[in-house]
């Protein structure tokens, strides 16, 4: 069973930065998928960014058009943590973001679903103000 661990989310003024991070634990497959949505009060979740991995290699980075060019999915293999880079955030970047992760390599299509996932972080608060 794969647990994800999030952290970073935090208050930030408009044009500010934050950084997200996501530790996964008890992850069995050497193929996966890891990915950021968001979630408004009301709102559906929504599909901000996911990479795919196999062993130390990193496949098709995919991004949400109202993040692309300000937001940045990585990992960090020797501390088995994955990132989100946030940069020039907007008040409508507020949210409550989720880390996801599946047992499954994505190409250029598909994955931006929540219910491509099997796993979830518990989530992160981040605030954007004007």
């Known amino acids: 069973q794969v647990q994800l661990v999030e952290s970073g989310g935090g208050l930030v003024q408009a044009g500010g930065s934050l950084r997200l991070s996501c530790a996964p634990s008890g992850r069995t497959s050497s193929s996966y998928t890891n990915a950021w949505f968001r979630q408004c009060p009301g709102k559906e979740r929504e599909f901000v960014a996911r990479m795919s991995w196999s062993g130390s290699s990193t496949y098709y980075a995919v991004y949400a058009n109202s993040v692309k060019g300000r937001f940045t999915i990585s990992r960090d293999n020797a501390k088995n943590t994955v990132y989100l880079q946030m940069n020039s955030l907007k008040p409508e970047d507020t949210a409550v973001y989720y880390c996801?992760?599946?047992?499954?390599?994505?190409?250029?299509?598909?994955?931006?679903?929540?219910?491509?996932?099997?796993?979830w972080g518990q989530g992160t608060q981040v605030t954007v103000s004007s």
């Open positions: 996801a992760a599946a047992d499954r390599l994505y190409n250029s299509y598909g994955g931006s679903t929540s219910y491509e996932y099997t796993y």
